[in-house]
Structure formats: C-alpha cells, structure tokens
Nanobody, 115 residues
Framework: QVQLVESGGGLVQPGGSLRLSCAASGITFSMYTMGWYRQAPGKQRELVAR???????NYANSAKGRFTISRDNAKNTVYLQMDSLKPEDTAVYYCSANLLGPTYWGQGTQVTVSS
C-alpha cells in the first residue's frame, strides 16, 4: 500500500520560511519522480516543483529563486524548502509520486501566508 505523508505546513508571515516534508512508503522511492503541487481555493492544482530519480529538477516560474526541492533516498523523503513566502503562496500543498503509471498523492498540508 502506497502512502505519502506530508508535514511541515502552517501559518507564516510574509517573507517567512517553511520546510515541507513528504515521507513515502510502499514504493521503491529512489525510482520515482517526486513532486510538490499546490491548490488554492477556487483554483486548479498546479505543479510547484518536481525532482526525478536522477536528480533533475523543474520549478514553476512562481517558485524559481524562492523554493528548493530535494530528496533523501535513504529516508524515502522529499522536501520543499520555501523562502520569501508571499500571501499568494497560500494553498494546500500535495506531495506526488510517479513512475510511468498512476500518480500517487498525499493528503496535503495547509500553508497559509498572512500577517
């Protein structure tokens, strides 16, 4: 059974930082492309960042220069370091895992950026 469990969300002031974690089980983690997506109220889910099994990384334009995705294959965990947060970053953040077939999703963690 595949499980992706996100943690690290919360309330932060504009300009602050948060580090999200996603712990995976039930998959051969090192083989999977891992991603972070987000969904704000009334909007579609969108890609934030993605890291492949060989370490190639893609960022959404909104994340470039502020967010950093990384993975630790020994811990079966993917991270999203978010700096210089803005109110428009407020959303539920979801972890994803994909290997050719269906995409697995976590339950999401809320990030709220507000003063």
């Amino acid at each position: 059974q595949v499980q992706l469990v996100e943690s690290g969300g919360g309330l932060v002031q504009p300009g602050g930082s948060l580090r999200l974690s996603c712990a995976a089980s039930g998959i051969t983690f090192s083989m999977y492309t891992m991603g972070w997506y987000r969904q704000a109220p009334g909007k579609q889910r969108e890609l934030v960042a993605r890291i492949t099994e060989d370490g190639s990384i893609n960022y959404a334009n909104s994340a470039k220069g502020r967010f950093t995705i990384s993975r630790d294959n020994a811990k079966n965990t993917v991270y999203l370091q978010m700096d210089s947060l803005k109110p428009e970053d407020t959303a539920v953040y979801y972890c994803s895992a994909n290997l050719l077939g269906p995409t697995y999703w976590g339950q999401g963690t809320q990030v709220t950026v507000s003063s």
